[in-house]
């Protein structure tokens, strides 16, 4: 079994060092992924924040659309967080006829969905799975989740405020995806979570 799993972390856009430095703190090897052969070398993807339209494009750009979603298919792990939840997502809304996205998630995603009184805003979660406490939860014009397929587990909703009840976290099987941005805050129970998740997966096959 694993007990180190390497898991590439998208680098085509967004917070790249800081989720590497958050998996590295809670036990991975990570790797800046920008080929389809290091996909092969890796036991999860985490696919960072940005602008999920630009995401998309440059996926096909550097010849990693379909390749990436063939390992999602066979069981690839996978955590995005705000512009990577919309790529994983099965159905976008609000989005450009040309985006393209992953199919990793049986869920609708709302881009943009807090409107501009609170593009950007922070609030305390608590999350299924995350022990300690609330997670602080920073969303950087972030999407939400509109609908949830039955195969979904939301693991965090907006507790407050104009959004409150909106589903910001989920899990399918070893794919997990956040509305928000825990590689911005130094707390590290999200990405622990998810590197447990890679590892089972890694000791599993």
């Given at each position: 079994?694993?007990?180190?799993p390497?898991?590439?972390?998208?680098?085509?856009?967004?917070?790249?060092?800081?989720?590497?430095?958050a998996?590295?703190?809670?036990?991975?090897?990570?790797?800046?992924?920008?080929?389809?052969?290091?996909?092969?070398?890796?036991?999860?993807?985490?696919?960072?924040?940005g602008?999920?339209?630009?995401?998309?494009?440059?996926?096909?750009?550097?010849?990693?659309?379909?390749?990436?979603?063939?390992?999602?298919?066979?069981?690839?792990?996978?955590?995005?967080?705000?512009?990577?939840?919309?790529?994983?997502?099965?159905?976008?809304?609000?989005?450009?006829?040309?985006?393209?996205?992953?199919?990793?998630?049986?869920?609708?995603?709302?881009r943009?969905?807090?409107?501009?009184?609170?593009?950007?805003?922070?609030?305390?979660?608590?999350?299924?799975?995350?022990?300690?406490?609330?997670?602080?939860?920073?969303?950087?014009?972030?999407?939400?989740?509109?609908?949830?397929?039955p195969?979904?587990?939301?693991?965090?909703?907006?507790?407050?405020?104009?959004?409150?009840?909106?589903?910001?976290?989920?899990?399918?099987?070893?794919?997990?995806?956040?509305?928000?941005?825990?590689?911005?805050?130094?707390?590290?129970?999200?990405?622990?979570?998810?590197?447990e998740?890679?590892?089972?997966?890694?000791?599993?096959?």
């Amino acid at each position: 079994m694993h007990t180190t799993p390497t898991i590439g972390v998208l680098a085509l856009q967004g917070d790249v060092r800081e989720h590497r430095a958050a998996l590295e703190a809670v036990g991975a090897r990570t790797v800046a992924l920008r080929r389809e052969s290091e996909l092969d070398a890796v036991d999860g993807i985490v696919i960072p924040g940005g602008e999920s339209t630009t995401m998309s494009r440059l996926l096909r750009v550097f010849d990693l659309l379909e390749p990436l979603r063939a390992r999602l298919k066979e069981g690839l792990p996978a955590y995005g967080s705000c512009a990577g939840m919309i790529l994983l997502a099965t159905e976008v809304l609000d989005t450009r006829p040309d985006a393209e996205h992953l199919d990793a998630l049986d869920i609708t995603v709302r881009r943009n969905a807090f409107g501009r009184q609170v593009d950007s805003f922070e609030t305390d979660l608590d999350m299924t799975g995350v022990d300690g406490g609330p997670v602080r939860a920073v969303f950087i014009r972030a999407p939400w989740v509109e609908r949830v397929g039955p195969d979904i587990e939301v693991l965090a909703r907006v507790p407050r405020g104009p959004a409150e009840g909106r589903v910001v976290a989920v899990r399918q099987d070893g794919v997990f995806a956040t509305s928000f941005h825990p590689e911005v805050t130094g707390d590290l129970r999200v990405h622990r979570l998810f590197v447990e998740a890679v590892r089972s997966h890694a000791g599993a096959r």
